[in-house]
């Protein structure tokens, strides 16, 4: 069992910048990836960063340039440093990790999202 605390999220005016962070604690032998996604009403949650232990990254295309993903490995933490932020951006940001437990499965975990509002 693993979890994931989200934090950062809030309503911010277009144009302004917000960061998440995921912290996740349990047990985890190897954390091999992190991500966000998100998701607004009545649509699927969708990609929005992840990255790799290694520290490879990936970006929807609609938020590369603006987005930023980023990890603490000591502290099991993920970030995402949100820029120049969109109306279109508002939505439930979620947490999302890939793991080895210590019986070597590998496991996936959701947090438990936090809001983010892009408006005037």
């Known amino acids: 069992q693993v979890q994931l605390v989200e934090s950062g999220g809030g309503l911010v005016q277009p144009g302004g910048s917000l960061r998440l962070s995921c912290t996740v604690s349990?047990?985890?032998?190897?954390?091999?990836?992190m991500g966000w996604y998100r998701q607004t009403p009545g649509k699927e949650r969708e990609l929005v960063a992840t990255?790799?232990?290694?520290?490879?990254?990936d970006y929807a295309d609609s938020v590369k340039g603006r987005f930023t993903i980023s990890r603490d490995n000591a502290k099991n933490t993920v970030y995402l440093q949100m820029n120049s932020l969109k109306p279109e951006d508002t939505a439930v940001y979620y947490c999302?990790?890939?793991?080895?437990?210590?019986?070597?499965?590998?496991?996936?975990?959701w947090g438990q999202g936090t809001h983010v509002t892009v408006s005037s």
């Open positions: 999302n990790v890939g793991y080895s437990d210590f019986t070597s499965v590998i496991r996936t975990s």
């Open positions: 990255i790799r232990r290694p520290g490879t990254t």
């Open positions: 349990g047990s985890i032998r190897t954390m091999h990836i």
